[in-house]
């Protein structure tokens, strides 16, 4: 049973997390990539990858790989690996139910001896308390007698600017001592970095959200440090970067908390902390002064407006940028878009460009005026809101030239030298 030589594989869920890994895999077996997003399944069978994530002659030229979006066609398998979001709803409560319906579909096919791997980010023991019912339930299997789990969080950064899937060591777990092993024996097949077996599911899920948890509130100290430096007109960055010349400071620089991982893992950890009666007090405070950046951010903006004596109302504010990072095409829960939105609310008018977000992308998001060139050159304030190649090619002086005379310029991100903008975190 620790050989994984007979293992018949299926990805399900093809974003940045499950392509990736499907083509990791078909380096050694054939591989079938499930997804029941036709669109993203037709995109991936031309060699589009709208994710940037895998070159088109990658997808082209494997020979190992196919993609599917009928789900008959995985059912042969006997060892599925789910990769689909686990976002949060309005109310910052977990949201289960792409995780919920897929794990209907895989139970529909699941077969005696199957294997169901989950790399979705869940709270501790939700693949047990949630998956695992439904499983059963619509399999009419034992849990743990005629099929088994396992679970191994994705650890990637989209839009390419971390180490590859196979330089990043993984987390793997299994329902049993025997899955467990098998599961490593898996991941270590293309894991070049290694693994790390752990004794249960509940602590590899605890793993995955701790580990975004920790940035979440390493990010929320050095924001909080940027509003009291603010009001003590001090340069947040120049202050990091004369504490960091001390050789345990840890560097981590300020900016909008986004995304599918940093700005949604710790909700599902104090989820599960509130159901079992325990309040956190760190982390929802952590939370709080991330999401709160938004409005110092819009209003350092305007009181720069004011000092250089520009016209507030009907102010045009040009946004460079409106995904959660740079180099990234993914907009999911952009904390951009919330600035975009505050600064609305002042009645200003406000354009966004983005090059790197496609235009059936734009047409999701509502409310915001997405412009394909910069034509105008009237803005009263530019916002450098993602660190874009593209931004930093512009140069300073390119950026300025979209103003008005005397406009503000406000580097986010700290992306140009602090003498040539007005203003930043």
């Known amino acids: 049973m620790h050989q994984t030589d007979n293992i018949s594989l299926a990805i399900v869920g093809l974003g940045y997390v499950g392509l990736p890994l499907a083509v990791e895999f078909s380096n050694i077996r054939n591989v079938v990539g499930y997804d029941n997003n036709k669109l993203r399944i037709n995109e991936l069978n031309s060699g589009f990858d709208k994710t940037n994530e895998i070159h088109e002659e990658k997808i082209k030229q494997n020979k190992n790989l196919t993609f599917t979006s009928e789900l008959h066609k995985i059912k042969d398998a006997n060892c599925y690996i789910i990769c689909v979001p686990t976002p949060i709803n309005n109310s910052n409560q977990p949201d289960l139910s792409i995780l919920e319906s897929v794990t209907n579909e895989i139970g529909s096919i699941l077969k005696k001896g199957d294997i169901v791997i989950y790399e979705s980010t869940v709270y501790p023991g939700c693949t047990e308390e949630v998956c695992v019912p439904i499983l059963e339930n619509v399999s009419s299997l034992i849990f743990n007698e005629d099929f088994f789990c396992g679970y191994s969080p994705e650890r990637l950064s989209p839009g390419g600017s971390g180490p590859k899937l196979k330089d990043i060591i993984k987390v793997t777990s299994g329902s049993t001592k025997e899955i467990s092993i098998l599961v490593d024996n898996l991941y270590s097949s293309i894991i070049s970095a290694g693994t790390f077996n752990v004794d249960s599911i509940k602590i590899a899920e605890a793993a995955k959200v701790i580990e975004n948890t920790q940035r979440d509130l390493n990010i929320a100290l050095v924001n909080e440090l940027a509003v009291i430096c603010s009001k003590l007109n001090i340069d947040t960055l120049s202050v990091l970067e004369a504490a960091a010349t001390k050789w345990n400071f840890n560097h981590f620089k300020p900016g909008l908390v986004g995304g599918h991982c940093i700005g949604v893992d710790p909700y599902y950890l104090t989820y599960k902390a509130a159901q079992i009666g325990y309040h956190p007090e760190v982390i929802l405070a952590g939370r709080r002064v991330n999401n709160n950046i938004v409005s110092h951010i819009t209003n350092h903006t305007i009181q720069l407006i004011l000092n250089n004596k520009l016209e507030l109302n009907n102010a045009s504010i040009l946004i ?51 412009i394909e060139s910069i034509k105008k050159k009237y803005y009263t304030a530019i916002v450098i809101a993602v660190e874009h190649d ?31 903008t007005h203003g930043r975190l």
């Not at 200003?348 to 409310?367: A, C, L, Q, T």
């Not at 140069?395 to 580097?411: A, C, H, L």
Request: proline share 2%; aromatic share 12%; with cysteine.
């Open 320 to 370: 460079l940028g409106i995904t959660f990072k740079e180099n990234c095409p993914d907009t999911r829960n952009s904390k951009v878009i919330d600035l975009v939105q505050s600064f609305k609310k002042y009645k200003f008018n406000v354009d966004v460009y983005d090059p790197v977000v496609d235009i059936d992308e734009k047409k999701k998001i509502k409310n915001i005026n997405f």
């Open 390 to 420: 593209e931004f930093i090619s512009m140069g300073i002086n390119k950026i300025k030239s979209y103003g008005m005379k005397n406009s503000i310029i406000y580097d986010v991100k700290g992306v140009f030298d602090i003498h040539e």
